[in-house]
């Protein structure tokens, strides 16, 4: 929404502080939105440099350089800090059954 409203109103420094501070906070909210927001910067700088102003350009890197941050942070503290060999919600058990388990549970209630 910021960056629309920032492309209508050329001189709208407060809603790209707002862009950047609620990317922060969905970056560290939702592990997979590093990538939405990450590609969506990078995509912008590659795709429009020339169109726009300074000023996107500039909201499109701190928006990249967020998602790198992330990422690295997310490396150090978590992937590196891991105890076993498993991957991030393995289980024993099959997944269709996983799946199915899951879902008549549900139907349980």
Excluded at 28 to 49: N, P, Q, R
Excluded at 78 to 106: H, I, S
Aim: with cysteine.
């Amino acid at each position: 929404m910021c960056y629309a409203y920032v492309l209508q109103h050329k001189q709208a420094i407060f809603a790209l502080i707002c862009g950047i501070i609620s990317a922060n906070i969905a970056l560290y909210y939702k592990e997979t939105a590093f990538a939405m927001i990450g590609a969506f910067a990078f995509v912008m700088l590659v795709c429009g440099y020339r169109n726009f102003s300074v000023q996107i350009r500039i909201f499109n890197l701190v928006l990249l350089l967020s998602s790198i941050v992330w990422l690295v942070v997310y490396y150090y503290v978590v992937l590196l800090n891991k105890q076993g060999d498993g991957f991030y919600g393995e289980t024993p058990y099959n997944a269709l059954l996983m799946v199915g388990k899951g879902f008549f549970y549900r139907l349980d209630e």
